[in-house]
């Protein structure tokens, strides 16, 4: 078992930044990428960025490209998210989440099917 504590979120005007952390405890070592995904209130989960195991390659929705930033601290065991000229539309609960699957070291997926632990999320709210 993995287990993944978010924090971190908060309200913050349009413009503002936060940054969001994703402990893990467990089988840590079992980890391989991870991602952030985001469900806004009304609408379905979506992907917002993801980072392969040695937190070579990093990918992102172009939605938060350019704004956001993801990266992990493997020694320990946490996942980050800087958010920048945050937007409302940014407005959502966020989730980290944890892949045990090796795809290789470049290898992170995008599709929320595909991680196998997931946070209880932290809510962003984004004031215009």
């Known amino acids: 078992q993995v287990h993944l504590v978010e924090s971190g979120g908060g309200l913050v005007q349009a413009g503002g930044s936060l940054r969001l952390s994703c402990a893990a405890s467990?089988?840590?070592?079992?980890?391989?990428?991870m991602g952030w995904f985001r469900q806004a209130p009304g609408k379905d989960r979506e992907f917002v960025a993801a980072?392969?195991?040695?937190?070579?390659?990093?990918y992102y929705a172009d939605s938060v490209k350019g704004r956001f930033t993801i990266s992990r601290d493997n020694a320990k065991n946490t996942l980050y998210l800087q958010m920048n000229s945050l937007k409302p539309e940014d407005t959502a609960v966020y989730y980290c989440?944890?892949?045990?699957?090796?795809?290789?070291?470049?290898?992170?997926?995008?599709?929320?099917?595909?991680?196998?632990?997931w946070g209880q999320g932290t809510l962003v709210t984004v004031s215009s």
């Open positions: 989440a944890a892949d045990l699957t090796f795809g290789g070291f470049s290898y992170a997926p995008l599709n929320q099917n595909e991680y196998d632990y």
């Open positions: 467990g089988r840590t070592a079992s980890v391989r990428a």
């Open positions: 980072i392969s195991w040695s937190g070579s390659s990093t």
